[in-house]
T-cell receptor
Framework: DVKVTQSSRYLVKRTGEKVFLECVQD?????MFWYRQDPGLGLRLIYF???????EKGDIPEGYSVSREKKERFSLILESASTNQTSMYLC??????????????FGEGSWLTVV | AQSVTQPDIHITVSEGASLELRCNYS??????LFWYVQSPGQGLQLLLK??????LVQGIKGFEAEFKRSQSSFNLRKPSVHWSDAAEYFC????????????FGSGTRLLVRP
């Protein structure tokens, strides 16, 4: 069974802290994504990685960075957390190539509260 | 630029009633279109998708969607809603440049009355 695992489901962090959100997939997928989900705004793409050590900014990359040192792991980093980064964060992965035929798989999400 | 709009933030239907969730897309050519469902506390699950061929596509859990080019729409339907269908539904389009990123609408939350 396909699996995208976000190890931290619920986090509470203080303003200014450095925050790491980890995502691991066991399907040998090349593409990995980080989305942010907010009520009324849907899912917005933060960063996309099309393979190891390769990344591309999404629609809202400000305040975030990412790391992809190994194929199975894609980390989202908040260098200095702020209250407006309180949100649900979703990781996803997909086989590269055919964007229609290759299904994108999602993790269960990480709820981050910044106080 | 490709985008999708879901005009309804919330929809409430009675159990057993029919359902239609609206999705409008903005794209010059035929887009890759998807519907996803998110149950409370869960990630997203693919319901169905469309690119070409028959404009009426069948998905999982008894859902279907119809692609209408003239209306730029890809509405999701179900003839008889079950209480377990209460969830948030997202329409999405693949951005057809470089890396084929998936772009989502703002979502429609479905509430089911007993």
């Amino acid at each position: 069974d396909v699996k995208v695992t976000q190890s931290s489901r619920y986090l509470v962090k203080r303003t200014g802290e450095k925050v790491f959100l980890e995502c691991v997939q066991d399907m040998d997928h090349e593409n990995m994504f980080w989305y942010r989900q907010d009520p009324g705004l849907g899912l917005r793409l933060i960063y996309f990685s099309y393979d190891v050590k390769m990344k591309e900014k999404g629609d809202i990359p400000e305040g975030y960075s990412v790391s992809r040192e190994k194929k199975e792991r894609f980390s989202l980093i908040l260098e200095s957390a702020s209250t407006n980064q309180t949100s649900m964060y979703l990781c996803a992965s997909r086989v590269a190539g055919d964007p229609y035929g290759n299904t994108i798989y999602f993790g269960e999400g990480s709820w981050l509260t910044v106080v | 630029a490709q985008s999708v709009t879901q005009p309804d933030i919330h929809i409430t239907v009675s159990e057993g009633a029919s359902l239609e969730l609206r999705c409008n897309y903005s794209y010059g050519a035929t887009p890759y279109l998807f519907w996803y469902v998110q149950s409370p506390g869960q990630g997203l699950q693919l319901l169905l998708k469309y690119f070409s061929g028959d404009t009426l596509v069948q998905g999982i859990k008894g859902f279907e969607a119809e692609f209408k080019r003239s209306q730029s729409s890809f509405n999701l339907r179900k003839p008889s809603v079950h209480w377990s269908d209460a969830a948030e539904y997202f329409c999405a389009v693949v951005k057809m440049v470089s890396s084929y990123k998936l772009i989502f609408g703002s979502g429609t939350r479905l509430l089911v009355r007993p």
